[in-house]
Nanobody, 123 residues
Framework: QVRLVESGGGSVQAGGSLRLSCAAD?????MGWFRQAPGKEREGLAT???????TYKISVEGRFTISKDNAKNTLFLQMNSLKPEDTAVYYC????????????????????RGQGTQVTVSS
C-alpha cells in the first residue's frame, strides 16, 4: 500500500500558476497526475517513470510540467498559463502492478491515488 497526500491546490485567475505536490510513503517506478471535473470523466494528465521519462496529455503539454524529488518521495505538477477549463480536483497516482503502461492515459487506473486537491481557475 502506498499513501499519497496531495497539496498545493487553490484558486487562481486565468493565466496564473500553481504547483501541486504529492508526498508518498515511498516511490514507485511510475507515478502521475489525473483530474476530474464535475460531471466529467477522469482525465490522465502526465506521468513520470523511474528514469525521468515523461508523457503528457496534449492539452496540457507545454503548460504543465511533472517532476519528482526521489530523495523526498515527492511528486510535483507545475501548472502555468492556467485556463478556466483546468478547474477540477487533481489527484496523484502511483502504479504498483504492470497491468498498465506508464502513460498519461492510464493514470486514472493506477493502483493507488491520493485524496485529491481542488484547483479552481477563474476567468
Amino acid at each position: 500500500q502506498v499513501r499519497l497526500v496531495e497539496s498545493g491546490g487553490g484558486s487562481v485567475q486565468a493565466g496564473g500558476s500553481l504547483r501541486l505536490s504529492c508526498a508518498a510513503d515511498y516511490g514507485r517506478d511510475c507515478m502521475g497526475w489525473f483530474r476530474q471535473a464535475p460531471g466529467k470523466e477522469r482525465e490522465g494528465l502526465a506521468t513520470i517513470d523511474d528514469i525521468g521519462s515523461t508523457t503528457y496529455k496534449i492539452s496540457v503539454e507545454g503548460r504543465f510540467t511533472i517532476s519528482k524529488d526521489n530523495a523526498k518521495n515527492t511528486l510535483f505538477l507545475q501548472m502555468n498559463s492556467l485556463k478556466p477549463e483546468d478547474t477540477a480536483v487533481y489527484y496523484c497516482a502511483a502504479r504498483e502492478s504492470y497491468a498498465h503502461s506508464c502513460h498519461h492515459n492510464h493514470v486514472p487506473d493506477f493502483d493507488y491515488r491520493g485524496q485529491g486537491t481542488q484547483v479552481t481557475v477563474s476567468s
